[in-house]
């Protein structure tokens, strides 16, 4: 019965990391443009203390496999840059058609916010609070 | 004291310890081996490089120089294991039919298919057949013991519903099937080729610079070497595995075939229908009803768990950690551990019905004449056979005859048999003794009276049952009847024809198959032999007779010849 109660305690839990992973993901790419877009010119280890202060990501070798995604598909252009006290450095700059995909995504998002708002409002009015800081 | 490796990471030269290096080494080709499906591999890989550069430089200040194994396990923390990478960021598998990544299967309940709670729809989804098929099987082992209804409830609560989408994709991934684990040897294979050319170049190289510093070539042969052996182990392990679920899934199916034929045993015999149930079975053996049921249990607890690991293992070590099963080795052990209990406990309850035995005796005295013949005569219980047949039950290997009644059962026996010379003052006696055990002396004494056996006696016969009878729904505790004929040497027997079914199926042995019945015997001073009137006794009878029957010494007794037989 113990067994039971335990393993099904494990199950809840997997699912909500789950679950949040997964919003987690939806949002990164719009976040990883967007850094890179106020930037001007970035390189991977501004973009991870950005993302790393937000606590958007855990682990930073989740972000090499999206940059490099999104710099196949034409999102992102980059250049070698020489460094003084390290190895050489990629600096990652937005396309014009990053741009475009960039603005798309930000009007997305932010429909997408006022959405989840309003149906949070009017679903729990004790999430008021919540509303006005963000 | 430790030695240090000097390597090179992104054109920046570092001097790291040796198992550092090792750690790192390992950790870089996880990463390959984890991204080698990806678009783009060898860039990511060459990014995380000099990322990993970056961080390590960080850690060489004046006073340190050389990167420690603390300095991995920190860099390889922050960079995340394989694994991790995915959880945040989940790359679109490319769509053409090329190098995509795959996830490996996992068993849920399928919620969208379901009938009743998803199971067979999952299985189904697990193993890529329809889930009729699935459902008919749980359909028809409702029939043959109802085992299926305990594996359905069992998979109910061990496997988990699919509820993400993400689990949905993984519960229909790719078949767990020969092809896949041909490619994971495949890919191992793969793997020791790459190393191989490595080691190929490394040789050239060494050769060409003949440093004798230079490590490579013994390290790259090393990992050839250790290659070469992974496959051969990994294909050793999918064996062990395969056989480990033919062993186990084969002992199951015979312990349920078993218990299910036990459970209702039914059969046609003679046009009349005998039903021997389990729980007929069990009532005969066990003290109670409770100690019958547990015993079931605890047997199928016993047997039926270390069988299912055996399977789980095989399938574990064939298709790895992707069926595991949060919490089975220790729910398993509790369980075997419980079964284990009750056996003891069932054991320890029975065990002291053995504990006392009883004899009960009874004489008989036969007043015959001097020189008489007595006569011997079996009769039969007409209850134990009924107006239909004259046919018997006979339970576990002819070691008891049964007859059914309803729901009610009798046991009944034949006696042991055995003459002696030796007498009472020269008697004709005949000794029925009852023998059973119990719990306690009067437990066993009131079991061996209980036992009927009746005999009736006149100046010069004798008539015996066929079978001693148990009383009805009586359990088995080694409960006999024994019958000892007491003769004076001298004496002659007539055993009547009737006395076939008593000696051919005595438990004394060595009354078996020795015509007794319908035949006139004589006590000697060393045992009962065939008696031969005066007129038939020649030679050539004898001759005959022991060809027939050469395991009996035929020392024609003094005694026999003159005798004079009144009422032949």
């Given at each position: 019965?113990?067994?039971?109660?335990?393993?099904?305690?494990?199950?809840?839990?997997?699912?909500?990391?789950?679950?949040?992973?997964?919003?987690?993901?939806?949002?990164?790419?719009?976040?990883?443009?967007?850094?890179?877009?106020?930037?001007?010119?970035?390189?991977?280890?501004?973009?991870?203390?950005?993302?790393?202060?937000?606590?958007?990501?855990?682990?930073?070798?989740?972000?090499?496999?999206?940059?490099?995604?999104?710099?196949?598909?034409?999102?992102?252009?980059?250049?070698?840059?020489?460094?003084?006290?390290?190895?050489?450095?990629?600096?990652?700059?937005?396309?014009?058609?990053?741009?475009?995909?960039?603005?798309?995504?930000?009007?997305?998002?932010?429909?997408?916010?006022?959405?989840?708002?309003?149906?949070?409002?009017?679903?729990?009015?004790?999430?008021?609070?919540?509303?006005?800081?963000? | 004291?430790?030695?240090?490796?000097?390597?090179?990471?992104?054109?920046?030269?570092?001097?790291?310890?040796?198992?550092?290096?090792?750690?790192?080494?390992?950790?870089?080709?996880?990463?390959?081996?984890?991204?080698?499906?990806?678009?783009?591999?060898?860039?990511?890989?060459?990014?995380?490089?000099?990322?990993?550069?970056?961080?390590?430089?960080?850690?060489?200040?004046?006073?340190?120089?050389?990167?420690?194994?603390?300095?991995?396990?920190?860099?390889?923390?922050?960079?995340?294991?394989?694994?991790?990478?995915?959880?945040?960021?989940?790359?679109?598998?490319?769509?053409?039919?090329?190098?995509?990544?795959?996830?490996?299967?996992?068993?849920?309940?399928?919620?969208?298919?379901?009938?009743?709670?998803?199971?067979?729809?999952?299985?189904?989804?697990?193993?890529?057949?329809?889930?009729?098929?699935?459902?008919?099987?749980?359909?028809?082992?409702?029939?043959?013991?109802?085992?299926?209804?305990?594996?359905?409830?069992?998979?109910?609560?061990?496997?988990?519903?699919?509820?993400?989408?993400?689990?949905?994709?993984?519960?229909?991934?790719?078949?767990?099937?020969?092809?896949?684990?041909?490619?994971?040897?495949?890919?191992?294979?793969?793997?020791?080729?790459?190393?191989?050319?490595?080691?190929?170049?490394?040789?050239?190289?060494?050769?060409?610079?003949?440093?004798?510093?230079?490590?490579?070539?013994?390290?790259?042969?090393?990992?050839?070497?250790?290659?070469?052996?992974?496959?051969?182990?990994?294909?050793?392990?999918?064996?062990?595995?395969?056989?480990?679920?033919?062993?186990?899934?084969?002992?199951?199916?015979?312990?349920?075939?078993?218990?299910?034929?036990?459970?209702?045993?039914?059969?046609?015999?003679?046009?009349?229908?005998?039903?021997?149930?389990?729980?007929?079975?069990l009532d005969m053996v066990f003290p109670g009803r409770v100690i019958g049921v547990l015993s079931v249990v605890a047997l199928i607890l016993l047997f039926g768990i270390p069988l299912i690991?055996?399977?789980?293992?095989?399938?574990?070590?064939?298709?790895?950690?992707?069926?595991?099963?949060?919490?089975?080795?220790?729910?398993?052990?509790?369980?075997?551990?419980?079964?284990?209990?009750?056996?003891?406990?069932?054991?320890?309850?029975?065990?002291?019905?053995?504990?006392?035995?009883?004899?009960?005796?009874?004489?008989?005295?036969?007043?015959?004449?001097?020189?008489?013949?007595?006569?011997?005569?079996?009769?039969?219980?007409?209850?134990?056979?009924?107006?239909?047949?004259?046919?018997?039950?006979?339970?576990?290997?002819?070691?008891?005859?049964?007859?059914?009644?309803?729901?009610?059962?009798?046991?009944?026996?034949?006696?042991?048999?055995?003459?002696?010379?030796?007498?009472?003052?020269?008697?004709?006696?005949?000794?029925?003794?009852?023998?059973?055990?119990?719990?306690?002396?009067?437990?066993?004494?009131?079991?061996?009276?209980?036992?009927?056996?009746?005999?009736?006696?006149?100046?010069?016969?004798?008539?015996?049952?066929?079978?001693?009878?148990?009383?009805?729904?009586?359990?088995?505790?080694?409960?006999?009847?024994?019958?000892?004929?007491?003769?004076?040497?001298?004496?002659?027997?007539?055993?009547?024809?009737?006395?076939?079914?008593?000696?051919?199926?005595?438990?004394?042995?060595?009354?078996?198959?020795?015509?007794?019945?319908?035949?006139?015997?004589?006590?000697?001073?060393?045992?009962?032999?065939?008696?031969?009137?005066?007129?038939?006794?020649?030679?050539?009878?004898?001759?005959?007779?022991?060809?027939?029957?050469?395991?009996?010494?035929?020392?024609?007794?003094?005694?026999?010849?003159?005798?004079?037989?009144?009422?032949?």
């Open positions: 019965m113990c067994c039971i109660v335990l393993k099904l305690y494990y199950i809840c839990r997997m699912n909500t990391d789950k679950r949040i992973s997964q919003m987690r993901k939806g949002v990164l790419e719009l976040c990883i443009l967007t850094i890179i877009a106020n930037k001007e010119d970035a390189y991977a280890s501004d973009i991870l203390a950005k993302l790393k202060e937000s606590e958007l990501i855990v682990v930073e070798g989740t972000l090499y496999p999206l940059l490099t995604r999104l710099k196949n598909e034409g999102l992102l252009s980059y250049r070698w840059e020489e460094s003084k006290s390290g190895p050489p450095r990629k600096y990652y700059k937005i396309t014009e058609i990053g741009e475009k995909l960039l603005q798309e995504l930000t009007i997305g998002w932010q429909d997408l916010i006022d959405a989840v708002q309003k149906i949070t409002e009017s679903e729990n009015t004790s999430l008021e609070t919540t509303n006005q800081q963000s | 004291m430790k030695k240090t490796v000097t390597i090179n990471i992104s054109g920046i030269i570092f001097h790291i310890d040796e198992d550092a290096y090792d750690r790192l080494n390992r950790y870089m080709s996880r990463l390959k081996r984890h991204f080698s499906r990806m678009e783009g591999r060898d860039e990511i890989i060459t990014d995380i490089e000099s990322r990993i550069a970056e961080l390590l430089q960080e850690k060489v200040v004046d006073n340190k120089q050389v990167i420690t194994i603390d300095d991995i396990e920190e860099v390889v923390k922050l960079m995340g294991e394989p694994s991790e990478m995915d959880q945040d960021s989940d790359y679109e598998p490319v769509n053409e039919p090329g190098p995509t990544y795959r996830r490996a299967k996992r068993l849920f309940r399928d919620p969208d298919t379901r009938m009743v709670a998803g199971v067979s729809s999952g299985l189904s989804a697990y193993f890529n057949v329809d889930p009729v098929w699935i459902r008919l099987l749980f359909v028809i082992s409702l029939f043959a013991g109802g085992f299926g209804v305990l594996v359905y409830l069992i998979l109910w609560i061990v496997v988990p519903q699919a509820i993400t989408t993400a689990d949905k994709l993984e519960m229909r991934g790719e078949p767990v099937n020969i092809s896949n684990i041909e490619r994971s040897v495949r890919d191992e294979f793969g793997n020791v080729k790459e190393k191989f050319n490595d080691f190929a170049d490394g040789a050239k190289e060494t050769f060409k610079k003949k440093s004798p510093g230079s490590p490579t070539l013994f390290d790259n042969l090393a990992e050839v070497i250790g290659g070469i052996f992974r496959i051969f182990l990994k294909v050793i392990i999918v064996l062990i595995g395969l056989i480990l679920i033919i062993f186990g899934l084969g002992f199951i199916i015979a312990f349920v075939v078993g218990t299910a034929g036990l459970s209702s045993f039914s059969f046609f015999e003679h046009g009349e229908m005998i039903a021997f149930s389990l729980s007929t079975f690991m055996i399977t789980y293992l095989g399938i574990r070590l064939i298709v790895g950690n992707s069926v595991k099963v949060p919490y089975i080795g220790i729910t398993a052990f509790g369980f075997w551990l419980a079964g284990l209990v009750m056996a003891v406990f069932v054991g320890f309850t029975t065990g002291m019905d053995f504990r006392h035995s009883a004899f009960v005796a009874s004489d008989y005295d036969v007043n015959i004449k001097p020189e008489k013949v007595l006569y011997i005569k079996a009769q039969t219980d007409p209850m134990l056979y009924n107006s239909y047949n004259h046919s018997k039950t006979s339970l576990f290997d002819g070691e008891w005859n049964v007859k059914f009644k309803g729901d009610d059962y009798i046991l009944y026996n034949v006696p042991e048999f055995y003459a002696s010379s030796k007498t009472r003052d020269g008697k004709v006696t005949l000794e029925v003794s009852n023998f059973a055990k119990g719990s306690s002396q009067n437990e066993a004494y009131r079991r061996a009276e209980d036992l009927t056996y009746p005999v009736t006696t006149n100046d010069s016969t004798i008539i015996l049952s066929t079978y001693y009878k148990y009383p009805p729904n009586a359990k088995i505790r080694e409960q006999r009847v024994s019958l000892k004929l007491r003769l004076p040497i001298g004496q002659i027997v007539r055993f009547d024809k009737n006395m076939e079914e008593f000696f051919d199926e005595n438990p004394n042995y060595q009354y078996r198959r020795e015509e007794f019945e319908g035949n006139i015997w004589i006590m000697t001073e060393s045992g009962l032999k065939p008696f031969i009137k005066e007129g038939e006794s020649s030679i050539n009878q004898l001759l005959d007779k022991k060809v027939h029957s050469n395991e009996r010494s035929f020392a024609l007794p003094l005694c026999m010849v003159p005798i004079r037989i009144i009422g032949f």
